[in-house]
Each structure stands twice: as structure tokens, then as C-alpha cells.
């Protein structure tokens, strides 16, 4: 049984080559907050010394000097280099201290022993224990045995705000570790106090590259193809976390399965930068090396731990050794049922033995059969084994009981769900319990092609596709198949179609399947019942009759509940203002007595307003029998519609917690909960943003007789869930197809109409209009290309200043460089404009707290907001966050130092769940005392001095303050200040001082001067600065695109690259989000074939449409006509390809034809009643004559398209 190791690498461009990145510019990763050691590389980095052409590219072992990241650019070097560290800044005393690093060598510390209760004395830290734990954790660790897992945590190419991954490096033997180094030139004090002032870093020398081998990522970084295929994502990330972790047998026999797949790829496509047949070899002969030292029972000492044989543990050890393995297993257990009167090697007193004895029989039959069959097979911590045993295991998702799990250990990875991400079961862990080694002399638990086995890998399959609710079976079956192939002979197996029809009773407990047309598809049980369980409830609803009321709601009742007499429209254009609440009136009206209705609309088109007014229109109609409950996804979304419509409002998992329906884990039961009966008016706010299973949770947690009405509000043009399905579209579609009377949408823009009247300008709607989905696709919507073609042009052609209108700038720019100085720029002229106050570069921050703190003095997080689609590119958020924080806090950044890569006043984002469950301290200054509270996902706040320090922070020179913890004001939660850091204090309870426990700022916080769409989503600010890249643009989407403008209340300045390319490209209809996700909620709606071929970057040139996707990527059903007809007749076409003209003007030709060589555009129109319609196009006709004579064909919109279009192709392209 040996003992490996994680280590965590920062990123490194070129393959941790000993080298200094070539071009380091592009290294955003190393400085980010998840790189190695901490924030250490940000603040030492000399970007302008690494960027030299001295220095770029060159190797370490021939410069002078040696980067901050020189713990981890040797690992894969071949020159010994020179490491470092300087003591830490509240070291009384010490040096810069050196130390010899041989090639191939990392330097590592566990740094989760150091921050654990066994590193305390009478509840503080004590480093000489520290120092103990940091020894017995290299102890375990045997040269020329174990192996070393090279990863980088989050801070990496492959990590992104939507699926946050580890990533593994590289693999190698462990050839020598080296000594503790100690810091020179401390003083007594100092080494008394820190255990003799160490360095927490400890090198780890290897073979490589004789035993060992690294991901070329390097060289693939350009092509996503590769990427995608030698990517390693580790199952369970539990050993890739604090640093450096130990890694069992077990986990080391599952990665390098994985690096088996990854080596053969790039032997195949042959990649040079290894021998990957040699490289194969040694992989090979590490699985056989591995199984022997897992051995059959690696469970078993934590079994004997879990029922009281402790003592029994290092016996077994030697058994092992000896190859008696299972003749110990065998004799435990016959002991146990008292069938021997000992145990091997293991003495127990008489009065053990018999509580010993007494504890097992008092456990069920089923208990007892698992603990003696399974659970030894499996390597399992012994809290996964408890939660396994417990009664309650249904809190962890496992329905099964011991007795199904033990007929198939399978359901473990299809049902169990851990109390945190570490805890989790993945498939290769059961696995090699069902197939052990054959040299191991154990027997297999089924057969290789198994229908458990089947099922699970399935199962597991569904469970990564997290946005999709089904795949197809052919799809499922290649990936499975292609997961196995790459496993040893012994375990091999490939499944066909045939064993999908066989085993479906079997399969079915686990799984749906469904036949449309020739094809077979595949859902998650859980993911098709909860379609089910919406369409059922959403259909019954529809399909009830109206309400009835005591007291009508008249016409003049609705327009006297919407006038707003305040409102700058009713006192300026009073008759524009009657109009439009006339048409929010009918809204109201039609939707009112429905028991199920939808209240949709774009940005500013008055949904809140609607919802208040229906909320009192109900107790008008029912009086006090009315009862109310508005939920919102997020707490941001509860509170704002809790403030504008003067009712309590709760976020869907507050409900879902209160009514039993949430795990302890934050994961959704399925059954279990009470139902809430006290409510007959349900509002769900934001339902853009509900996924499937989510709001199928709140659909289970209703008594549905008690219910009168439920009505949901959103917005469908904004971004689509991220996890799966698109329900909000999907329900909106299906209403409005069968019972239109439930939809209410709002069509009228208050918010434009507005800004129009008092002179604050229209463009951000203006622009956010031409992204927003037309419900109607039979028909061509000319006004909708009208006002693209328009708004385009006009983009395209703007003032120096960037301004389009009062409320709308953009910016175009080129290179990263170029990007970060024009945001910093346009945000301090905005500040400037807004406070009255002056930048001064000597006092940076002074201009920055003046202009979020505004007139009323108090922090605002709303005030202004940076929004990017990606989070580590140069144009991403953590780029940006950087730049601007440098900007905003550099001083004090200076002054005080950093904590987990943020500093006094910074603007922090807290991206985890602290709910009830797992609440965080915070001091309330209401009732002046420390207590738990709760903080959300998304939550912005500023960073404040914790009040411990008093004024410490002000004259830190004088008083050598450095900060060490901090607190936060988060928007919303002004009263209370949550702790971070370490030494918080204490909360009395009773009349005893409880003392806090530390809270990692990097496990809760990140700077959030620039943060993703998906962040910023429910959320509005006055000032919104978007950047739209050129690119990169695969994430890219309407949806997207109009979410990150549409935050923005009073201004937006988008920030394109270049030109308006980006512009076009998420204009065309195949950019949407919404096509590519296969759901059947109502309808089956499969994704087209080869649409995600659609989003890799320069798979299709721009315009060119693939036969499969016609109606995926044309605007009309009659342009999807035309298209299938050049199809038939093989003639090559392109679609909404921009045209310029020898100006410089251009339009959008709906198809461009080569034909014989040459350029022909066909425009197929809309509807033309409309005199504005009519001159616009006039217009387009004579661009054309002039610029393009004899090229222009048009059709028109009538019933006769298919003979028209039909005529002309045979006309002129035959």
C-alpha cells in the first residue's frame, strides 16, 4: 500500500520547461488567485524584466535572477536551478534564503495540516506542531516508489465561471525529497515562536523523464480539437486541493487509466514532443505495479476502524506485505462471527473482544453483509462509509438500501451525492472493486458486459451533460465505449445497441429511453421525471377555468393601480404615458383570472410594475383569503422585488430548506417534503434563470389545492439557466401556441419611453432590441432587420468619442494592452463626471471611494460594473480585476499587503452558498454582537478594516499592520460586517467567549470589479462597461450579449475589439444559446445534427450553412424554403454574410450566391405595409443598383413562396 502525492503547479505557457515563458505576457494564469503559492506570483512578479528579450523564453539555469514562480517552472526541466523564499512579513527577523533545485523537482507543502485543529495548543496555531504534521505527511511518501500528480488548480485555461475544473499535469516517480530549509538570519525569538522559522516549501525530486511524462498542452493550446482530447479533468478532485494531498493507490490506478487514453491519442496523431511509446510502456507496467499495492481489500483497515479493530490495522499492513491479504480478510471477519477464537498477529484483551463481538451482532444482516463483502473492495474514507450505513443516507441521495447496494455496488456512483465536492464516488472507484486485478487471485462480482455496469457508465455519462435532458443513444454508447477501450484487456468490453434493448427493464430503474423516428434517446430518470413533473402542472393549469372573483377588477381599476403620478412620463408626455399603461392594462386584464400566466418582457418594459399591481388587483378580488409568495432565484432578485412590491419574498432555496425539500448538501430531494398549503398566489421572479430539476422542486413542494394562481416573470431574451434545459422559452412557446389568453407580454418600453422624454437616451434598448427572439419564424420580420441593418450601420461609423447616444459609448479596441488603459480610462472620466472630483494619480483611491460612495456617502456595488463573457483570457475578468485593483488600491495594496489577493476597500464577490446550514460570522450592528448569517452566491459588498484593528490600517508604517483579516458590507446587508481571515474574535454564548473559527477569504471571495454575464445576471447597475471580443467567441450568444447591456440603468460602454465582427456574428440565429439544448419539455426539440461543430471557432466560415442546420441557422420558415431548395440543387450559398460596398457602407444579403464564379444576393422580403419599411428598403435597392448593378434578386412574403423562389432559381441560377 503506498502513499503518492498531489503538487500543485502555477501555470506555465511553455510545459514547466525550466524555462521563463516566451511570451509571458500571455500568462494571466499564474498570477490569478488559485495559482501556487497563493497570491506569491502577483506580488512578486517583474512582468517588464520576463518580457525582456533577455529574459523572455530563455532558461533559468543561464539569467540572472529567477522568477516567483520557481517553485514550479523545474518540474519538467532538465538544469538544476536555484529556489527561494523571503520570510514572511511578520517574521520579527530573517533573510532571503536560497536552496538547491535539481531538474525534474517542484517544491510542495500540505498546506491543509497546517490550518487543521491538530495543528493547535489551547485554540491557537502552534508551529512546532505545524512542523510535526508537515514531517509525518512527506514521511508517508517513499522514493523510488511513490509517484507525483502534477496539477493546476483553477487558475487555468480549462477552468471557466460555468465549469470550474482542476487540471493535471504531468505524472512522475518521486526519486528523493528534500531536507526542511530553514530561513537564515532569524533570531531566537522568532524561531521559537515559528517552530524554527521554515519554509513552507519542501522540494520533490523525480525521474522524469526516465518515469514520467507532461501533457503537451502547450502546443495544442490553438487547437480545441486536440484539446478536448487530452485534457485530463480529474473524476474526483479531492486529491488536487491545499497544496499538496496524499493520493491512494486507488486514485493513482484511475489517473493513470486516464493518462493510458490521453498517451495513446498522442502517439496516434503523432505529437513528438515525448517517446509516447515508451511512455505506454512504462503506463502499463504501472497499472500492474498499482493493483499489486492496492490489493483486494483497500477498505478494509478503515472497516476495522469504522467497527472498533483498530488494533487490527497494523497486523493487516503485514499481512499484505506477505501476500495473506485475503486470508486476514477471511479471518476477521471470521472472528467477528466468533468462528476462530483469534485474529493474526492481533491480541485483543477478553473484556474488547466481547464489546467488540456485542457491536456487530447488534448491526442488521444487511450492515453485516456489506461491511464483510463490499465495503473492504472499495477504497472509501470512513465518513463515505458512515453516510453509506446511516439511516439517513436518503440526505445523500441514496435511495437504495445496503441490501441493493451490495447486489450492485454501481448504484453508489448513480445516486450518492457527498456533503461537499470532495465527496463524491466516482466510477472507477467501484470499478476496481467489481474487477480487481486476476493477478491478485479475487474473484469479479459480474461479468465485464454487466447491465449494472452498463447502466452506471450510462448513468455517469447523462450526469456530465449538464445542459442538455437527453442524448442520443448512439452518442452515449460511443462515448461509453470509448472510455472502456482504453481500460486493461481483462476489464474490456464494448457495448452495442443490442445491449440497450436486452437490459432495458434493468436499465430503466436508472434511466428513460424514448424512440423518435430512427433514432434512440437517452434521459437521466431524475431529468425526464422532472420534464414531467412541469408539463403536467403547467397543462393542468392551463387547462383550468378561470377564476372567479368576490369584487371585479375593472379596466379603470388596472389603469389607476399602474399611473404612476410621479413618473417624468406622466407629467411630460401625459397622453404617450395613458397609451402605454392602456396597453399594460390589457395585459393585466387578459392574464388576470388565468390560473397559470407568464409576465414577459425586454429590459424596462415595466415587469415589476405589472406584478405589484396584479398583487394588489388579487386582495381587491379576494380580500384576505389572499395569500402570497414571491420567490426569486437569487437573494439579489428576492430583494429587489421584496422592496418594489412591499411583500416578503424569499429565494427558492430558503423555500425549499423551509419545507424540507433541500438536503443538508444544498441538493433537491425528490420526495420527502411537506408541501406549502398556506399560499394561493405563487410569483416566480427571474424565471429566465430556473434550470429543470430547480423548478421542478418548487412544482413538488405545492399543494396544488390550495393553489389559485401561479405566475412567472422573466425576461426570455436573457441568457438560458446553467444547468439544464431552457424551461422559461420553452413554457412561454408552448403557452403562447395553445393558450395565449396566460401570456402577458409587454411589449410597450416605459424605460425607453422615458429616457426619450427627458433627454437620457434610448441606445442601450435600441441595441439590446436587435438580439431579442422573434416568437414568430413563419414569416420574415422585416422591421426587425430594418432596425439591425440600421443599428449596425450606425456602429460602424461613429464619433472619436465612441458616444452612439446619451445612455450608450462604444469603444473599439486592439490587444489586451489597449483594452485595460481605455476601461481605466472611461471609468475615471466617469467618475470624474459623476463626483465633481479630479483624479489624483498621487491618491488613486481617493477618486474611486468618492464616486461609489456618491452623494449619500454609503459604499455602493451598484454604482458601476465591468461585465466580460470569460473569466482568464487578456480581455477576461480576472485580467481586468487585476488591472483595476492596481489602479483603484495600489497604494494600499503597498501600504497593508494583500490576503488571499485582496486588500482594504476592494470590491469582493461572494461566490459560495453560506446558507442556515453553513453560515458565516458576521458582527450585526443592530444588536452589537457577533452571529451567524447568511451570504450568497453572487453577493457584492466592499472590503472594510475589521473593527478588531481599529486604526491600525491608517498609519501602518507606524503601527506594522499588515492585513490578516478583514470584513465585508455587502449591498442589501449594510448592517452587518462578515469576517474573514484569522483571529475574528468571539461570540459569547451564554456566558462563555467562543472563540471564531478562521475563514478562508479564497474559499468565499473574489475581486468583483469585473465579474462574467452569469454573475451579473438579476443584478442592475447605474454604469455597465461590457467587452465583447473578436477572438474568442465561442461562449458568445444574443442572450449573452443582451444580459451584460442590459444591467446597465442609466449608461453602458461596450467594448468591442476591432470592428463590429463580434456585432455580426452573435446577430446570426445559429449563435443563439437556446437552439443547441436538447429538451422535450411539451415538445421534442433534439438539437440539429453537428450544431455544436457550430460554436468551435472557425469550424464553418462565417454565413455558411450545413444542410442539417438550415432551420437552426436562418431567421423564417420561408427562408429555411429557400435554402433547402439551393441545397437540392447543389448551389453554393452563403447567409447574412456581410457586404461592403467600395465606401465602406455594407448590408446584410440574406443569401449570397456563387453562381459561375460569380456574386449574386438574394433578399427575400418581409412584409412591406409600412411606409417606413417601404422607404427603408428603397433605400437598400438603390445601394444595391449602384454599388452592384444586375446582382439583386428579391422574392416576397406570400403563400406561394415555394413556386416563386422555385421560378426564380430556375430563372437565373440554372
Not at 516 to 533: C, I, K, P, V
Not at 634 to 644: C, M, Q
Not at 789 to 812: A, S
Request: hydrophobic share 35%; aromatic share 10%.
Amino acid at each position: 500500500m503506498a502513499i503518492h502525492l498531489s503538487a500543485r503547479l502555477s501555470w506555465h505557457m511553455d510545459g514547466w520547461n525550466g524555462h521563463i515563458c516566451q511570451n509571458p505576457d500571455c500568462n494571466r494564469y499564474c498570477i490569478g488567485p488559485h495559482s501556487y503559492p497563493g497570491d506569491k506570483i502577483r506580488g512578486a512578479r517583474d512582468l517588464a524584466w520576463e518580457k525582456s528579450v533577455e529574459i523572455a523564453g530563455k532558461p533559468c539555469s543561464k539569467i540572472d535572477g529567477a522568477p516567483p514562480c520557481i517553485y514550479s517552472i523545474n518540474a519538467f526541466g532538465a538544469d538544476p536551478l536555484t529556489a527561494f523564499d523571503d520570510p514572511p512579513d511578520f517574521f520579527r527577523s530573517g533573510n532571503r534564503t536560497s536552496w538547491h533545485l535539481p531538474p525534474a523537482t517542484v517544491c510542495v507543502w500540505p498546506y491543509e495540516a497546517m490550518y487543521g485543529d491538530e495543528a493547535k495548543a489551547s485554540g491557537r496555531v502552534d508551529n512546532w506542531k505545524r512542523l510535526e504534521l508537515a514531517k509525518e505527511f512527506f514521511a508517508a511518501i517513499e522514493p523510488e516508489k511513490s509517484l507525483v500528480f502534477h496539477y493546476a488548480n483553477l487558475s487555468n485555461p480549462f477552468s471557466t465561471e460555468d465549469a470550474k475544473n482542476y487540471v493535471v499535469i504531468g505524472l512522475s516517480r518521486v526519486k528523493k525529497l528534500g531536507e526542511i530549509v530553514y530561513y537564515e538570519g532569524t533570531d531566537e525569538q522568532t524561531k521559537e515562536q515559528y517552530g524554527g522559522a521554515y519554509v513552507w516549501q519542501k522540494n520533490v525530486e523525480t525521474f522524469y523523464p526516465d518515469q514520467g511524462l507532461r501533457i503537451p498542452y502547450h502546443r495544442y493550446m490553438d487547437k480545441p480539437e486536440v484539446l478536448e482530447k487530452i485534457v485530463l479533468i480529474p473524476e474526483n478532485s479531492r486529491c488536487f486541493k491545499y497544496g499538496s494531498r496524499h493520493v491512494s493507490d486507488d486514485d493513482a490506478l484511475s489517473l493513470v487509466e486516464r493518462f493510458i487514453e490521453i498517451v495513446t491519442f498522442l502517439r496516434d496523431i503523432g505529437d513528438d514532443s515525448e517517446n509516447w511509446s515508451v511512455r505506454l510502456q512504462w503506463l502499463n507496467s504501472l497499472v500492474a505495479e498499482l493493483w499489486k499495492s492496492r490489493g483486494l481489500f483497500p477498505g478494509l483497515s478503515r472497516v476495522m476502524d469504522l467497527i472498533g479493530l483498530s488494533s487490527a490495522v497494523t497486523p493487516f499492513r503485514s499481512a499484505v506485505a506477505k501476500g495473506q491479504e485475503k486470508i486476514f480478510h477471511d479471518a476477521v471477519f471470521q472472528w467477528l462471527n466468533a468462528g476462530r477464537d483469534a485474529i493474526p498477529g492481533v491480541s485483543i484483551g477478553s473484556a474488547e473482544i466481547t464489546k467488540i463481538r456485542r457491536q456487530w451482532s447488534l448491526r442488521t444482516d444487511d450492515e453485516r453483509q456489506i461491511l464483510t463483502g463490499l465495503l473492504p473492495r472499495i477504497d472509501l474514507p470512513v465518513d463515505q462509509m458512515e453516510r453509506i450505513l446511516s439511516e439517513k443516507r436518503i440526505e445523500n441521495g441514496l435511495e437504495a438500501g445496503l441490501g441493493d447496494i451490495q447486489a450492485n455496488p454501481y448504484v453508489l456512483i448513480e445516486q450518492y451525492v457527498g456533503e461537499n465536492p470532495d465527496d463524491s464516488i466516482n466510477f472507477s472507484r467501484v470499478d476496481h472493486a467489481v474487477f480487481p486485478s486476476p493477478d491478485l487471485g479475487g474473484e469479479f462480482l459480474f461479468d465485464t458486459d454487466d447491465w449494472r455496469r452498463l447502466r452506471a457508465l450510462c448513468v455517469d455519462r447523462l450526469k456530465f451533460e449538464t445542459k442538455h435532458t437527453f442524448l442520443t443513444c448512439g452518442q452515449m454508447l460511443q462515448d461509453v465505449n470509448r472510455r472502456l477501450s482504453y481500460l486493461p484487456d481483462w476489464k474490456r468490453v464494448e457495448f452495442t445497441a443490442r445491449y440497450l434493448e436486452v437490459d432495458r427493464t434493468n436499465l430503466e430503474f436508472a434511466m428513460v429511453f424514448r424512440r423518435e423516428g430512427e433514432r434512440d434517446y437517452a434521459y437521466l430518470r431524475g431529468a425526464y421525471e422532472a420534464e414531467r413533473e412541469i408539463e403536467d402542472r403547467i397543462r393542468k393549469l392551463a387547462g383550468y377555468s378561470d377564476i372567479t372573483f368576490r369584487s371585479p377588477v375593472t379596466e379603470r381599476h388596472w389603469k389607476d393601480l399602474l399611473f404612476e403620478a410621479k413618473s417624468p412620463l406622466a407629467e411630460k408626455s401625459r397622453h404617450d404615458y395613458e397609451v402605454a399603461i392602456e396597453a399594460q392594462a390589457a395585459v393585466c386584464a387578459k392574464i388576470f383570472n388565468r390560473p397559470i400566466s407568464v409576465v414577459c418582457g425586454a429590459a424596462g418594459t415595466g415587469k415589476t410594475t405589472i406584478i405589484r399591481s396584479i398583487i394588489q388587483a388579487i386582495e381587491k378580488a379576494h380580500g384576505t383569503d389572499a395569500t402570497f409568495l414571491l420567490l426569486a432565484p437569487t437573494g439579489k432578485a428576492a430583494d429587489r422585488i421584496r422592496e418594489k412590491t412591499g411583500k416578503e419574498a424569499s429565494t427558492i432555496h430558503s423555500f425549499l430548506a423551509r419545507r424540507g425539500w433541500l438536503n443538508p448538501n444544498l441538493t433537491l430531494k425528490h420526495s420527502g417534503g411537506q408541501r406549502e398549503d398556506q399560499v394561493t398566489t405563487f410569483v416566480i421572479d427571474e424565471a429566465s434563470m430556473l434550470d429543470l430539476e430547480l423548478l421542478a422542486a418548487v412544482f413538488r413542494a405545492i399543494n396544488w389545492s390550495a393553489v389559485q394562481r401561479i405566475i412567472l416573470v422573466g425576461d426570455p431574451n436573457q441568457l438560458p439557466p446553467i444547468g439544464r434545459g431552457k424551461v422559461f422559452a420553452d413554457i412561454i412557446e408552448w403557452l403562447r401556441k395553445n393558450h395565449p389568453a396566460s401570456i402577458g407580454e409587454l411589449t410597450v418600453n416605459l424605460r425607453q419611453m422615458e429616457n426619450r422624454l427627458t433627454g437620457k437616451g434610448t441606445g442601450i434598448l435600441d441595441l439590446a432590441s436587435i438580439y431579442v427572439r422573434n416568437p414568430n419564424r413563419d414569416q420574415k420580420d422585416e422591421e426587425e432587420s430594418i432596425r439591425a441593418e440600421l443599428m449596425l450601420q450606425r456602429l460602424q461609423d461613429l464619433p472619436p468619442d465612441g458616444t452612439v447616444d446619451k445612455d450608450l459609448r462604444v469603444i473599439y479596441w486592439k490587444g489586451a494592452d489597449d483594452l485595460l488603459s481605455k476601461i481605466v480610462n472611461r471609468i475615471v472620466a466617469d467618475m470624474e463626471e459623476d463626483s465633481g472630483e479630479k483624479f489624483n494619480p498621487e491618491a488613486a483611491h481617493a477618486l474611486w471611494l468618492a464616486a461609489t460612495r456618491g452623494k449619500e456617502k454609503n459604499p455602493r456595488p451598484d454604482y458601476h460594473q465591468v461585465i466580460s463573457p470569460y473569466r482568464h483570457e487578456d480581455f477576461g475578468t480576472e485580467a481586468i480585476n487585476l488591472r483595476i485593483q492596481q489602479e483603484a488600491r495600489g497604494v494600499g495594496m503597498r501600504r497593508v499587503g494583500l490576503l488571499a489577493g485582496l486588500t482594504l476597500f476592494d470590491k469582493v464577490i461572494q461566490v459560495r452558498n453560506r446558507g442556515a446550514s453553513d453560515a458565516i460570522w458576521a458582527y450585526n450592528h443592530q444588536t452589537r454582537q457577533n452571529e451567524r448569517s447568511s451570504v450568497f452566491n453572487g453577493e457584492l459588498g466592499f472590503v472594510v478594516p475589521h473593527a478588531l484593528d481599529g486604526s491600525k490600517w491608517q498609519v501602518p508604517e507606524k503601527t506594522y499592520y499588515r492585513i490578516k483579516r478583514f470584513q465585508v458590507r455587502f449591498s442589501r446587508k449594510e448592517h452587518l460586517a462578515f469576517a474573514y481571515g484569522k483571529e475574528l474574535g468571539y461570540a459569547m454564548e451564554g456566558t462563555k467567549k467562543r472563540y471564531l473559527p478562521d475563514e478562508k477569504p479564497e474559499d468565499n471571495l473574489e475581486l468583483a470589479y469585473a465579474i462574467s454575464v452569469h454573475k451579473s445576471q438579476g443584478s442592475e447597475f447605474e454604469r455597465v462597461y461590457f467587452v465583447l471580443p473578436k477572438q474568442k467567441t465561442a461562449l458568445l450568444s444574443p442572450e449573452l450579449f443582451y444580459t451584460g447591456i442590459t444591467r446597465a440603468t442609466r449608461h453602458c460602454t461596450v467594448l468591442i475589439e476591432e470592428d463590429i465582427a463580434p456585432l455580426l456574428k452573435i446577430h446570426r440565429p445559429e449563435s443563439s444559446h437556446l437552439v443547441g439544448i436538447n429538451c422535450s419539455l411539451f415538445e421534442f426539440t433534439p438539437a440539429p445534427d453537428g450544431f455544436e461543430l457550430i460554436r468551435r471557432e472557425g469550424f464553418f466560415e462565417e454565413g455558411r450553412i450545413h444542410r442539417t442546420l438550415a432551420e437552426a441557422m436562418v431567421r423564417s420558415k420561408s427562408e429555411v424554403i429557400i435554402a433547402n431548395m439551393l441545397f437540392d440543387r447543389d448551389i453554393s450559398f452563403l447567409y447574412e454574410k456581410p457586404l461592403y460596398a467600395p465606401d465602406g457602407s455594407f448590408y446584410l444579403p440574406d443569401f449570397t450566391i456563387v453562381w459561375r464564379g460569380e456574386q449574386f444576393y438574394w433578399e427575400h422580403l418581409g412584409l412591406l405595409e409600412r411606409d417606413e419599411y417601404k422607404r427603408h428598403w428603397d433605400t437598400k435597392k438603390a445601394w444595391y443598383e449602384k454599388h452592384f448593378p444586375g446582382r439583386l434578386v428579391t422574392t416576397e412574403e406570400s403563400g406561394n413562396l415555394s413556386i416563386t423562389a422555385r421560378n426564380l432559381i430556375e430563372t437565373r441560377f440554372s
